[in-house]
């Protein structure tokens, strides 16, 4: 496999449950990010991991629950989410240091809260 | 706080016009990102421009850098089905990708 990868590529969870969304990248890059895309309104920015220590956390609820293990592998740890936690999650990586400014993305998870 | 904004939000042509995406800040930039987004999908890097003026082209579409790097023209000839899709730029700054602003997206409708 080659780029971004992020399982599952569709969730629907209740808002009692306990999930955890995936995304491995095979670029070599040190730096990992979660972004939020929901309906109409731009990218928004979660969580940045730079050589695999968190570097940012846009005042994301704690109800999100980031995890980064290693340079090549991010987690996003789900537990009592809401209704409007529903939408495209998405992972990126580049490489820090090198002036380059380009993210490259996963495909994506489409998350549904019922 | 940086901004970007894309016009127009939503368009839909016929197979073989020309159309033209805009994307406009006030804010300076050390360069600037042209994704192109499908449906179900993750954004996919169309290219990056960096120095003020730049044009870059890829087949049909010309990007241009604006030359005070605080906006950005996609300019697409001939349009086709394949091109359909959501256009998002950004912008990055001093840190790089860890501070990409993106700008909303425009959705483009390409009809056979």
């Known amino acids: 496999e080659t780029g971004v990868t992020q399982t599952p590529r569709h969730l629907v969870m209740g808002m009692t449950n306990k999930k955890s969304l995936k995304c491995e990248q095979h670029l070599g890059h040190n730096a990992m990010y979660w972004y939020k895309q929901s309906a109409k309104k731009p990218l928004e920015l979660m969580f940045v991991y730079s050589l695999e220590e968190r570097v940012e956390n846009n005042s994301v609820p704690s109800r999100f629950s980031p995890e980064c293990p290693n340079s090549s592998h991010l987690f996003l740890h789900l537990h009592t989410l809401q209704p409007e936690d529903s939408a495209l999650y998405l992972c990126?990586?580049?490489?820090?240091?090198?002036?380059?400014?380009?993210?490259?993305f996963g495909q994506g998870t489409r998350l549904t809260v019922v | 706080t940086q901004l970007l904004e894309q016009s127009p939000q939503f368009l839909s042509i016929q197979e073989g016009e020309n159309l033209t995406v805009y994307c406009n800040s006030s804010s300076v930039f050390s360069s600037l990102q042209w994704y192109r987004q499908e449906p179900g999908e993750g954004p996919v890097l169309l290219v990056t421009v960096v120095t003020g003026g730049e044009v870059k082209k890829l087949k049909r579409l010309t990007f241009q850098f604006g030359d005070a790097r605080k906006d950005s023209s996609l300019h697409i000839t001939a349009a086709q089905p394949g091109d359909t899709g959501l256009y998002l730029c950004?912008?990055?700054?001093?840190?790089?990708?860890?501070?990409?602003?993106f700008g909303q997206g425009t959705r483009l409708t390409i009809n056979p």
């Open positions: 950004a912008g990055g700054g001093a840190r790089g990708a860890q501070k990409l602003v």
């Open positions: 990126a990586s580049s490489q820090v240091g090198s002036g380059s400014t380009e993210a490259f």
